[in-house]
């Protein structure tokens, strides 16, 4: 007789776990190209992703985080800051990411300003005196004056470029499936740390009846992390922040009608495997107990020893008086 054999592979999802590539400088790209043209460089300055390249191109030819870390250097040597793909150890280095955001808005042109040096030398344009592109950017909706005054600022002062304009990605996202003709329409921009309502009418955004809701990616990430860590505790180091966002692409969908979907139910289940670990096991709740006891005696110990080391060396300063 023969037996069926069913394969579960197809029922279990696995972390693709992708490692970032530094940006290489593609100075060869832009003498060929763009040097000799007046080609707009394209910057979409989102609170998650940078995307930047060339208006003739239809994809952006530099994508990465939009953060940077400062790294210690040899001894003898000074500190220097990464930015996006060039930081190798982005979960290590979570707590120590900066950016130049407060939620969406960019406030830190310190911060700006080291981005923009990243984007242009990636672009072929480091041994250039000055950026002689004209820019397009993005910025959030409703953008503060001092924001705007300030970038224009920085873009005008430091990199001398000849012209700037900005605009609203949800828009251009509009405009562009629309073919370029938009009437009326309505636009849900859900972005990394904000989501906002924007209305079109007759072609143009009434800025007035705009609504901003401060959620946003970011939120469903941590949330998602969160009921996660607390339903799987021996996992919370292996359950990242990359992993999770992860999960949410590739596994969620957005419900065009919630309360039908919860009670009919018709999602489909999936196994999700995290990669071996040597040497780690799950145990069982009265093993992490166990340990937890364990871990609690251990720095008592070490808190009683720093106290005794204090009182000795109190003793020593008295006698030497």
């Known amino acids: 007789r023969r037996m069926a054999v069913h394969d579960h592979s197809q029922d279990i999802y696995t972390f693709a776990d992708t490692l970032?590539?530094?940006?290489h400088v593609q100075d060869k790209v832009y003498i060929r190209q763009h040097k000799t043209k007046n080609t707009p460089i394209v910057i979409d300055n989102g609170s998650w992703q940078c995307r930047s390249g060339w208006a003739s191109q239809h994809?952006?030819?530099?994508?990465?985080?939009?953060v940077l870390a400062r790294m210690r250097a040899k001894k003898g040597e000074g500190d220097y800051t990464v930015v996006g793909n060039d930081i190798a150890n982005l979960e290590t280095l979570h707590s120590s990411l900066r950016n130049q955001f407060d939620k969406n808005v960019v406030l830190n042109f310190t911060n700006q300003e080291v981005i923009l040096d990243h984007i242009f030398s990636s672009m072929g344009l480091g041994n250039e005196s000055c950026v002689h592109h004209p820019i397009v950017m993005t910025e959030p909706v409703c953008n503060p004056e001092y924001s705007r005054n300030t970038m224009s600022e920085l873009l005008f002062e430091g990199y001398t470029v000849p012209a700037i304009s900005y605009g609203i990605d949800g828009l251009y996202s509009l405009y562009h499936n629309q073919g370029g003709v938009v009437s009326d329409g309505l636009?849900?921009?859900?972005g990394y740390q904000t989501t906002h309502i924007l209305p079109v009418l007759d072609g143009k955004l009434v800025a007035s009846h705009v609504k901003r809701i401060n959620i946003g990616g970011l939120h469903v990430s941590n949330y998602l992390q969160q009921l996660l860590q607390l339903r799987y505790p021996a996992l919370q180091s292996?359950?990242?922040?990359?992993?999770v966002q992860e999960i949410i692409e590739h596994q969620c969908y957005i419900s065009t009608d919630y309360q039908q979907d919860l009670l009919e139910g018709k999602w489909e289940s999936c196994t999700v495997q995290l990669p071996y670990t040597e040497g780690m096991s799950v145990?069982?709740?009265?093993?992490?107990?166990?340990?937890?006891?364990?871990d609690q005696q251990r720095r008592g110990r070490a808190r009683q020893h720093l106290l005794r080391l204090s009182q000795r060396k109190?003793?020593?300063?008295i006698r030497d008086l």
Do not use: A, I, M, W
Not at 20 to 23: F, H, N
Not at 187 to 190: D, L
Not at 314 to 317: D, L, Q, S, V
């Open 187 to 190: 636009v849900v921009c859900s």
């Open 20 to 23: 970032v590539t530094p940006d």
């Open 59 to 66: 994809k952006p030819c530099l994508r990465f985080r939009n």
């Open 314 to 317: 109190r003793e020593e300063k």
């Open 238 to 243: 292996l359950l990242t922040q990359s992993r």
């Open 283 to 294: 145990g069982s709740p009265s093993d992490l107990v166990e340990q937890e006891e364990r």
